[in-house]
């Protein structure tokens, strides 16, 4: 039997053991376990991220807004609402002139608190009229009405916003990236500016009579006679007559106020321009 060559051997057992080294790291994992399972968490993370964001709705303010409806006449006198208006809810309301002056004055006292309460319930002027008022009743709720008209033409409250693009979701009116903030309030209160009327010239029996008034916040804040009559006891007719007329003028806030006694025609001469000054200044 032929013997082998020692060298042969030595250059076979080299390759053999060069061929298992390459099998152990064919073996070996492709990648490390440690990297792995960072890579999953970033993973997570980046899934579990929050995405920009479009549609936000901006919330409305609660801002409250005072409001004064139209002065609404009446057989018996003028009627005016004036209401506060907070979150889309009436707070309050309050009538700045009903009829006055004989049994009104005792017929409005009963009703306009009832009517006042109702339309702070109802939130609206679809309100019942109060027995034995009807008149008051009627004008209450056209003035109520007229000043929630005024509420929703204000604008105002709460306004839809969207933000469109990456980043971050904006709040309020923001478009594009980023964030961004927007304020949609809106309240609207009408300045009480004082305004000086002057009524007509009435022609009596006894002389002229015109009246002057200053109105402010829906009020009559002053009166005072511009004409009355004048000469022999005309001076001391009107000398007592015409300081009651301006007070009752500016106490009931419309031009349904009683005669003086003893005055009987300057009494209607002064209620008559009273008038024609109160619709002059829109009531």
Do not use: C, F, W
């Not at 053991?17 to 152990?24: A, D, E, F, K, N």
């Not at 980046?46 to 995405?51: D, V, Y």
């Not at 309030?185 to 009246?211: E, F, H, I, R």
């Amino acid at each position: 039997m032929k013997k082998s060559h020692p060298l042969r051997r030595i250059v076979l057992a080299g390759a053999a053991t060069v061929s298992g080294i390459v099998l152990l790291l064919s073996l070996k994992p492709a990648s490390d376990p440690a990297a792995a399972s960072a890579d999953g968490a970033a993973q997570q993370q980046a899934s579990a991220a929050p995405q920009g964001s479009g549609g936000v709705q901006a919330a409305g303010g609660t801002a409250a807004q005072t409001l004064t409806g139209d002065v609404v006449k009446t057989e018996y006198g003028n009627v005016q609402v004036r209401i506060t208006v907070a979150g889309g809810k009436i707070t309050s309301a309050a009538a700045l002139q009903s009829p006055t002056g004989g049994r009104s004055t005792t017929v409005s006292t009963d009703a306009v608190p009832k009517l006042n309460k109702a339309a702070v319930t109802a939130g609206s002027a679809d309100i019942d009229a109060v027995s034995g008022a009807t008149y008051t009743s009627g004008g209450y709720k056209k003035s109520l009405q007229s000043a929630l008209d005024k509420a929703g033409a204000a604008g105002g409250g709460s306004a839809e916003a969207s933000g469109t693009g990456g980043g971050t979701g904006g709040t309020g009116n923001a478009t594009g990236g980023g964030s961004g903030s927007g304020d949609a309030n809106g309240s609207g209160s009408g300045a009480a500016q004082a305004k000086t009327v002057t009524g007509k010239a009435v022609t009596t029996d006894y002389g002229p009579v015109q009246v002057r008034i200053t109105v402010a916040g829906g009020k009559i804040t002053k009166a005072e006679a511009v004409q009355q009559p004048k000469g022999g006891r005309s001076d001391q007719i009107s000398g007592d007559a015409v300081p009651k007329l301006n007070a009752a003028a500016v106490a009931a806030g419309n031009a349904d106020i009683d005669a003086v006694s003893g005055a009987t025609y300057t009494s209607g001469g002064y209620k008559e321009s009273l008038q024609s000054a109160l619709d002059q200044a829109g009531g």
